[in-house]
């Protein structure tokens, strides 16, 4: 069972940046590198929403609130994929998740991490 778990949340002053990682746990022959990867947020009272994706070869997509502040990436030989937000806003403020995805009997998620934004 491939474990995906965040790290780098935290409470930050408008206007910071923070960076999160989220590093897969391999316990099969999980071709890290196949998958498409992604940050989802939640915030409270909100829908699940989609905050950057990186899928072969190194396409991303963001999501419209982020477009310009948010940069997603991924090192495949560490297993890793990063979310490196700047400009941060109050509205950024939610419980970031990981999610590795192949296909729907290979689609992963983290436990998430909590981003803060506030004075």
């Known amino acids: 069972q491939e474990q995906l778990v965040e790290s780098g949340g935290g409470l930050v002053q408008p206007g910071g940046s923070l960076r999160l990682s989220c590093v897969a746990s391999?316990?099969?022959?999980?071709?890290?590198?196949?998958?498409?990867l992604a940050w989802y947020r939640r915030a409270p009272g909100k829908e699940r929403e989609l905050v950057a994706s990186?899928?072969?070869?190194?396409?991303?997509n963001y999501g419209d609130p982020v477009k310009g502040r948010f940069s997603i990436s991924r090192d495949n030989a560490k297993n890793t994929v990063y979310l490196q937000m700047n400009s941060l806003k109050p509205e950024d403020t939610a419980i970031y998740y990981c999610?590795?995805?192949?296909?729907?009997?290979?689609?992963?998620w983290g436990p998430g991490t909590q981003v803060t934004v506030s004075t």
């Open positions: 999610n590795a995805y192949l296909n729907p009997a290979l689609n992963f």
């Open positions: 391999v316990a099969s022959t999980f071709a890290f590198s196949a998958y498409t």
């Open positions: 990186i899928s072969r070869p190194d396409r991303t």
